[in-house]
């Protein structure tokens, strides 16, 4: 179920519009709004899951990782390299409560990050 006022659901329904990258019938991917890297999307289950805390379907949850590495992938990242980020919950900087990870690439990564 949507959650009321989640937008990133409304993204992925296409009532807020924004940089569509790639999207099936369980994902959906964009241009972050505020980019950290040359490339920064977003991948998000179509689904409503909160936090990575609330996922249940490991299944799903396998799926959306081959699909952001099918994002790195199409944007050029593969070989040079590019980073997935699942911020969950307040102290790791979530901000949005609809899941979703961050492919981040085109620059050189820092370790450990910030
Ligand atoms: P996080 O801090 O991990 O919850 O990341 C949330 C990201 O979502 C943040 O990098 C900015 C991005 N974002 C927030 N609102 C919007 C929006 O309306 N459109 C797009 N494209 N990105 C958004």
């Known amino acids: 179920m949507a959650g ?3 937008i990133f659901c409304k993204i992925a329904a296409g009532e807020v519009p924004a940089a569509m990258v790639h999207q099936d019938g369980d994902f959906v991917a964009f241009r972050d709004i505020n980019p950290q890297a040359p490339t920064h999307v977003l991948v ?4 409503h899951i909160p936090t990575l805390n609330d996922a249940q379907d490991p299944d799903l949850m396998g799926r ?27 102290q790791a900087g979530q901000t949005v409560f609809h899941m979703h990870v ?9 370790w450990p990050p910030g």
Do not use: K, Q, S, W
Request: hydrophobic share 40%; proline share 5%.
């Open 102 to 110: 961050h492919v981040l690439g085109g620059r050189p990564m820092r």
């Open 4 to 6: 009321t006022d989640c």
């Open 44 to 47: 998000i289950p179509r689904e």
């Open 64 to 90: 959306m990782l081959l699909f952001a590495r099918g994002v790195a992938e199409r944007e050029g990242l593969a070989e040079r390299g590019y980073r997935l980020v699942i911020n969950t919950n307040a």
